[in-house]
């Protein structure tokens, strides 16, 4: 299964709004996705902890309130939408990898788990293997992956995917030849192909997020 990253499909689409994801849709792809909590404790699709990169303003996330986010968003012509927005605009029928990008407390990840109850093709990932651990505690039976980066030792990754409850390892495609990680009986998914070359070269035999091809 390949997944678009944060609903890139190409250079015309922006990430994690939702025009984007629904072109992924509408072209029969799965997505990743990031998701950040507000001051209001809104769960929302959005890449990075400050609206720096994207808006211009030097602000976070956590401490702002969703309407106020969906205002300056909206302004920027990239509105950030709620993952209940999301969830909706699946209608259940496509996979969505949804990363949390920060350390979430019990109280946020019972949350989210109940914001998404009904969604059985929801995948919770993280780089913070504290957030799936407590997934895992709350709920053995929800899917979930852990993340790796390029310079995470092979064999690092190797123990770890050991833990029967974690369904999937996301790994930076550094490791698509590497040969300790071919020997892990999980699905894999490698991120982020962004030359058609690469996409052709490995997407028959491994699962792929990519952007912009």
């Not at 799936?132 to 979930?144: R, T």
């Amino acid at each position: 299964m390949h997944l678009i990253h944060r609903g890139l499909v190409n250079n015309n689409y922006k990430e994690n709004i939702l025009i984007s994801f629904r072109e992924s849709f509408k072209r029969g792809y799965s997505i990743e996705t990031d998701i950040h909590v507000t001051k209001d404790e809104q769960f929302v699709c959005f890449h990075d902890r400050t609206l720096k990169r994207s808006f211009g303003i030097n602000r976070s996330i956590r401490n702002t309130n969703y309407e106020e986010l969906r205002k300056i968003s909206k302004k920027g012509k990239a509105e950030i939408p709620l993952l209940k927005n999301l969830l909706k605009l699946s209608k259940k029928k496509f996979f969505l990898f949804i990363e949390i990008k920060p350390i979430f407390s019990i109280k946020l990840i019972k949350k989210l788990l109940l914001e998404t109850k009904g969604y059985k093709k929801c995948v919770f990932i993280s780089f913070e293997e504290k957030n799936i651990y407590n997934i895992i505690k709350l709920n053995k039976k929800i899917k979930v992956g852990l993340s790796f980066s390029y310079d995470t030792k092979s064999k690092t990754i190797y123990r770890k995917s050991n833990n029967k409850f974690v369904n999937c390892l996301i790994l930076d495609k550094y490791f698509l030849t590497n040969k300790i990680i071919k020997k892990i009986k999980k699905d894999k998914y490698f991120y982020t192909i962004k030359q058609k070359k690469d996409f052709l070269k490995f997407k028959e035999d491994n699962n792929l997020i990519f952007e912009n091809l």
